[in-house]
Structures are given as C-alpha cells and as structure tokens.
C-alpha cells in the first residue's frame, strides 16, 4: 500500500515555463514533507521541505505548497530551466520521530523533463 | 568535499556470496540511515542509527541483512547469501540530531546478484 503516491511517472515542460510536480499521502500521521531531485547515477539531493504548520515554503524558484485536509502537495519550479531536468521525489514522515525511526517514506517519483 | 560517501559504488556477485557496504555519513551528522532503491521505485527505508545505536531494524527485509555502525561514524550494511532479489541501490544517508530533518544522501552502491 503506497502511503505516499506520485500519479505521474513522468511530465514534460517547456524551458522558462513552470513546473508542478504533485504527490498526494494517506498516513494522517505524516506532518513533514521533503522534496528531492534525483539525476542518474547519483544519489537524491534535497531540494526543500514543509512542516504542516505551514502552507508554503519558498527556496528562489522552489516553492512547496501543503493542503493538509487534501492530504496533497506539490512542488513548483519558476522558471523551469535545462539543467532542472532530473527525477523528482516526494518524501514524508511524522514530525515527532524527525524521520529517525520511522524513516522517509517516498513516493516513486516524477521524471521532469525541460524542453528547449 | 564533506558530503556522505559510499564504497564501493558498484558491486557485482554471484547468488550465494556475501557482500558489505560501507557508508561514510557528513562529519558532524550523528543519525545515518539506509535504504534500498529498486528500478521504478522510490528509496525504501532500511535501518537507522542514532550515534552508534541501531534504533530501528524491523524494516531490514530479512535475517541476511544486518548493519553496523561501530563507533558511531561510518557504518557498514552486510547481506549474507545473496539472492537475485537483492539487486538494487543500496543509499546511505545521514542528519542532525533533532535539529535538521532534512536527510544528505550518498551516491549509493549499485549491487548486481548474478
């Protein structure tokens, strides 16, 4: 049962438009949300993050954007440029255990693709 | 650089052999965790470690993993008697205590079973 979904495996934009990459959860106890950019052969880079006391949470062309009773987020990249182009995760975890025990749940990622 | 490393990057074996990897987490970073990534899938989570304490194992996936993290700075993953299954990535990651949620990740150790 995939806790953490992301629908679309992969997403096609044009060079300076926007990207928005979405995921959606199901464990109610999940309160703290992470984006990160994988490109091949390499490990994921963490991009940005959210707690559920908050809304939105902006990085320069990052911005996160959490609606809680939907149980849905989604990641926004203005402008979108080449070297965005990378698989994109969406990870959670309950607040209060820090992602220790419980560790980070990931969704199976969107793959963004920028075209020139 | 001070990001985490892994060795070796990749690892081909044959079914039946044991194999161990080694992570070296961010120096001042006390929580290290592992995962393990398989084609198509997100990172699944592994094992944690809070210094030298192993908190959480219940999700190694069988009694032919184990991980270790001795002196509480790097940490080995072992799987004894390799199956095909057990080809994947294996990611290593490491925090803060308490105070940075964010998880730095290494570059992973490709692991073929043939």
């Known amino acids: 049962d995939q806790q953490v979904k992301q629908n679309s495996p992969s997403l096609s934009v044009q060079e300076g438009r926007i990207s928005i990459l979405n995921c959606d959860y199901t464990?109610?106890?999940?309160?703290?949300f992470l984006w990160y950019k994988k490109y091949p052969a390499e490990g994921p880079t963490f991009l940005i993050s959210?707690?559920?006391?908050?809304d939105k949470n902006e990085d320069g062309r990052f911005t996160v954007f959490l609606n809680k009773s939907a149980k849905h987020l989604s990641l926004h990249i203005v402008p979108s440029q080449p070297g965005d182009s990378a698989v994109y995760f969406c990870?959670?975890?309950?607040?209060?255990?820090?992602?220790?025990?419980?560790?980070?749940?990931f969704g199976k990622g969107t793959h963004l693709i920028i075209q020139p | 650089d001070t990001g985490v490393s892994q060795d070796p990057r990749h690892k081909i074996t044959k079914r039946g052999q044991n194999v161990t990897f080694r992570c070296d987490p961010i120096s001042e970073h006390n929580r290290l965790y592992w995962y393990r990534q398989t084609l198509g899938q997100g990172p699944e989570f592994l094992t944690y470690f809070q210094n030298e304490a192993q908190l959480e194992k219940s999700r190694l996936l069988s009694d032919r993993f184990s991980a270790e993290r001795p002196k509480g700075s790097f940490s080995t993953l072992e799987i004894q008697r390799t199956e095909q299954g057990d080809s994947a990535m294996y990611l290593c990651a490491s925090s803060q205590d308490r105070t940075d949620y964010e998880q730095y990740f290494g570059p992973g150790t490709r692991l073929t079973v043939t």
């Open positions: 990870a959670a975890t309950p607040l209060y255990s820090g992602g220790g025990a419980d560790g980070l749940t």
């Open positions: 464990n109610s106890m999940f309160d703290y």
């Open positions: 959210i707690s559920s006391i908050k």
